[in-house]
């Protein structure tokens, strides 16, 4: 919109978003960097030429050069705050952009949060809860029931059963101490030698024996007489 547009009250503009906003500022400050460039090569070339003709005598052309330099050097002084400008306003405005980023993120997230909950009531998830854990309790109480051996023996005395078991023990055990055999008494070896008087005995046997046989046999009659 003109200046004249805006003094006598005509169309408004539409505001840029901040995202087109910072590109703009981006692209003068690129713009006023290369003015810079310019403007430093400029100041250099003056300095130069003030440099030489300073040397052969020409103070008219050095002083023109060097008040051109000056001139330069307060143009790139203005373009230097321009920029220093620039760039604080795109800082701020890339801030606000992502502050505004994150709140209507956030806010998304709160519009779909409240979404979530609307058909939800505090008092019927309390009592939904309450529902859950009285049934854990049933379901915990068949389970204790299903398993209890109630018809399997639970009418039994465990002190009968005990002492049935040690009536058992000691039976085994007096079978085992019965079932022990005695040793056999260990009875002196004979001896394998005749006694003396045995020996005696035998001996004689012997002699009446060969006697007796000795009379029977003429050669042996014989024998004897001619010993004696």
């Known amino acids: ?15 840029p978003t901040t995202g087109e906003a910072i590109q703009k500022l981006r692209e003068t400050e690129n713009m006023l960097i290369k003015k810079q460039e310019f403007l430093e090569a400029k100041i250099e070339d003056e300095l130069n030429i003030a440099r030489k003709n300073a040397s ?4 008219e052309l050095a002083l023109q050069a060097l008040k051109k330099k000056k001139r330069l050097e307060k143009q790139l ?3 230097d705050g321009t920029l220093s400008t620039i760039e604080m306003q795109r800082e701020a405005l890339e801030s606000a952009n992502t502050n505004t980023a994150v709140l209507t993120t956030m806010k998304n997230a709160a519009d779909a949060l409240k979404t979530a909950h609307q058909n939800m009531d505090v008092d019927k998830v309390h009592d939904m809860m309450d529902d859950i854990a009285e049934q854990q309790d049933v379901a915990r109480e068949i389970s204790d029931a299903i398993s209890n051996p109630v018809a399997f023996g639970a009418d039994l005395d ?7 078991l040690d ?5 085994n055990f007096d079978k085992e101490i019965i079932g022990i055999p005695e040793p056999a008494p260990t009875l002196p070896e004979a001896p394998t030698e005749d006694l003396p008087e ?4 035998k001996k004689k046997a012997a002699t009446t024996a060969a006697a007796a046989a000795d009379d029977d046999d003429p050669d042996m009659k014989q024998l004897l007489s001619w010993s004696n």
């Open 1 to 15: 919109m003109s200046f004249f547009g805006k003094m006598f009250g005509g169309k408004k503009e539409v505001a």
């Open 56 to 59: 052969k005598n020409k103070r």
């Open 77 to 79: 002084q203005q373009i």
């Open 158 to 164: 465990d002190e009968d059963l005990e002492r049935e």
């Open 167 to 171: 009536e058992l023990e000691q039976e």
């Open 198 to 201: 045995k020996a005696k005995e």
